[in-house]
């Protein structure tokens, strides 16, 4: 039996997972505008929630650059700036008296889907959270590759796709987050319309045949499908697994398919499946289960 959570820029879920997989969560606003403490109170608070005598370990999907090794949170771009240097595992240990296996949440997203999701069948599988930035994670024979730098889940930044584009927390214009993520589509609607819409609600206007909305999207999903292209070409995975909010707008995927085709290097390629999580809400949790140091 352990706790898992799945710690974003927007929401926590913290989980009890007991020895079925079988989930008991509960789910809080993560309120990064209030601060590193703020937050970090948060997780504490929702681990002692669900907390049991026969807890044995703390499993973390989160949000940001991780080492590994030492448990500690490098930087997380969708938080605030001083959200770095944060020696995580050693804080929980400390607090919890049992282990904690801290990594990123798109790693754990792709690792969960890899064993129990719509990644089952493959060897290499490349996964993006498409949340309020875009996370990556690649899973070779059902095994992480985190990179010497800790850098593949940040590779939604190492790409640029619209030269002069969007203006991005990472300090560069029109990378990959900045131009395929729930930001993104925000930003391209206020741009249209110079009102302010979450991405749900813009994918509500455009399902009611808004031709404003749709063009949002529109634009998104051809950001996106360049995108998916680039790491593709990089990459050659079996399948591509999207997760996170934006990933249930079902309009994103036939233009981006269409897109991300004329980008990629060879017709092999072609064939690859870009798919929706099956998991949903609980492939970080999941993932995050089967960590190990
Ligand atoms: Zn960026």
Known sequence: MLISLDVGASKIICAFVDDNLKLKKIKIATQTKKGKHFVLQN??????????????????????????KKGVIIEALNFTKNFKNIYLKKILEKEFKVPVFLSNDAQCFTLGESIFGAGKKYNVILGFT????????????????????????????????????????????????AAASGIALEKYY?????????????????????KIAQKAILKVAKNLGIGLAYFINIFDPNIVILGGGLS???????????????HLANKSLFKIPIVKSKLGEDAIILGATKLVE
């Open 43 to 68: 997780i504490f608070d929702v681990i002692k929630k669900n907390w049991n005598k026969d807890v044995k370990k703390i499993c973390i999907g989160f949000a940001g650059r991780i080492d590994i």
């Open 248 to 262: 249930e707008i079902k309009m994103l995927y036939k233009p981006a398919i269409i897109e991300m085709k004329k």
């Open 130 to 177: 498409l949340g309020t930035g875009i996370g990556a994670g690649i899973i070779i024979n059902k095994k992480s590759y985190y990179g010497a730098h800790y850098l593949i889940s940040e590779i939604s930044h190492h790409v640029i796709i619209e030269k002069n584009g969007l203006k991005c927390n990472c300090g560069k214009r029109g990378c990959f987050e």
């Open 190 to 210: 206020k741009i249209l319309t110079g009102k302010e819409k979450t991405s749900i609600e813009i994918n509500m206007e455009a399902l009611q045949n808004k």
